[in-house]
């Protein structure tokens, strides 16, 4: 599978190609991968520092038929990040600048590399923000959650990535560079070649510059959680909340087992119950907005409704952000699989809840559940012995049981971490074939050579077959 990739340094200065064992070993998983020990090491890394860096690396890879897959901060959940075929790991680190911040205009231009929390740093001042940053905004980089059309805890109130990108500049896999959508908030002007490209997790295109719109920082922002009796309770109180037209920023589920993880270990005394976390964001009358939500859950038996001063909001917000870490250390016996990332229209989120747990029950395997409720998101995962093959095919088979109830109940496998290599066996049963095909025919319109990160995405890509076309020698 390696490829002779010293054809680097004639492309772009020598200080920005490395062939060594350390960069290529860093740059063999994500966090998916890294988990579960399936990386793949690249042949080289290089790391451009401008469009005409990237542009020149994929005319001369596409030339030669060597596959690229984008690199970002490497903290993917799917395997978005990992080099399946080797060839090079294109890391867009080095790119990342703020170019421009527009208060006027409510924008920011900025390069791929550029971490999600330095986007909200640059505009402070100017008493803006980037509504849509997922909790890992601090760890990764916009190129990465452009790729994943990526949301978050804010998604119910701000919606999603790709709901603020205004325009973008990619790099195709000739090296050909495109602008696509406009610095208007509006425009209807062609194919929108900008949301094809978010959303394609680098196998349409690399993106190098983007044009992102801002939001005015609230005046009135407040916190606080909802302790319930059951976690039936918690679900369907947020149900009711969402379709009752609350207006949240955020209201995260967390289940009485995830909480205990949480104070495991952070050293927290969250209560050991189901719990929903909420955020209010208001420049008037926020007050009355907070009243309604606590009227609505005292409908579905809350047990307490606490509104938290700053510095409480503070850890409440880090247990949940750090769950997933906290999954990690709970059982020294025991480690979460395959996280599970699907979601469900509204209606269906107490169901699937129920039905992961059922699951989990009947399995005799702890099945945590947390995740952005608001918009039917849920993140879940089996808690396995990796050494029992038993309890490891029950986890696996929970994992996949979940997943294919949510596309039956009309939703996602993936709500925020995108297909890679680990979802790409659901593609078709989610979409269709005729979909999956369409999709496939725009990859080989423009990457006819399958250049930009093979093996993701589609489901044959799974049995370890590059699918490259001959190349039009026209």
């Known amino acids: 599978m390696s490829h ?42 290089v790391f451009p520092e401008s469009t005409a860096d990237v542009s020149a690396v994929l005319e001369a890879a596409n030339d030669r038929g060597v596959p690229v ?35 006027d205009d409510f924008q920011i231009d900025v390069q791929p590399g550029v971490m999600g929390d330095e986007i909200d740093d640059a505009v402070a001042s100017e008493g803006l923000f980037f509504p849509p940053l997922p909790s890992s905004g601090d760890i990764s980089t916009i190129g990465g959650m452009i790729a994943n059309d990526a949301s978050g805890m804010q998604t119910v109130k ?62 009135q922002i407040r916190g606080g959680r909802a302790i319930f009796p059951t976690l039936d309770d918690a679900a369907e109180a947020v149900f009711d909340a969402v379709r009752s037209g609350v207006d949240v920023a955020k209201i995260e589920l967390v289940d009485g087992i995830s909480a205990t993880m949480a104070n495991d270990y952070l050293g927290t005394d969250l209560p050991d119950a189901p719990m929903v976390f909420l955020e209010f964001h208001a420049n008037h009358g926020i007050g009355e907005e907070i009243d309604f939500c606590r009227s609505i859950f005292e409908s579905h038996d809350v047990d307490r409704f606490e509104m938290a001063d700053e510095e409480e909001m503070d850890e409440l917000w880090q247990a949940r952000r750090e769950l997933a870490f906290a999954l990690q250390t709970w059982d020294p016996e025991r480690g979460p699989i395959h996280p599970g990332d699907i979601t469900v229209p509204i209606s269906k989120l107490p ?36 050494s029992d093959p038993d309890e490891l095919a029950a986890g696996q088979e929970i994992y996949k049981k979940v ?72």
């Open 403 to 474: 997943v294919e109830k949510a596309i039956e109940m009309g939703g996602t496998c993936t709500g925020e971490h995108g297909v890679g290599r680990g979802k790409r066996e659901y593609l078709e049963l989610e979409h269709g074939a005729d979909s999956v095909e369409a999709m496939r025919n725009l990859k080989r319109a423009l990457d006819p050579r399958d250049t930009l990160n093979p093996g993701k995405i589609f489901p044959e890509t799974a049995t370890g077959e590059r699918v490259q076309l001959e190349a039009d020698d026209d």
């Open 158 to 219: 701000y919606g999603e990535i790709a709901d603020w990108v205004l325009e973008l500049e990619a790099v195709l896999a000739d090296g050909s560079v495109v602008e696509a959508g406009s610095k208007a908030v509006k425009t209807s002007s062609g194919y929108n070649l900008k949301d094809i490209l978010i959303g394609s997790e680098g196998t349409l295109g690399v993106v190098t510059r983007a044009t992102l719109e801002l939001e005015g920082i609230p005046q």
């Open 69 to 103: 897959t984008p690199y970002a901060a490497g903290t993917s959940l799917e395997g978005n990040a990992v080099p399946e075929y080797a060839g090079i790991s294109l890391d867009m680190n080095r790119m990342n600048s703020v170019l421009a911040v527009r208060p």
């Open 4 to 45: 002779d990739c010293s054809f680097l340094t004639d492309v772009v200065p020598e200080d920005r190609v490395s062939f060594g064992d350390a960069a290529r070993d860093s740059h063999a998983a994500d966090w998916a991968a890294d988990e579960a020990g399936t990386g793949v090491t690249p042949d080289a890394v």
């Open 351 to 386: 169901e699937v809840i129920r039905y992961a747990k059922d699951l989990g029950e009947e399995h005799d395997i702890v099945v945590p559940c947390f995740g952005h409720a608001g918009d039917g998101n849920v993140h879940y995962t089996a808690m396995v012995d990796r």
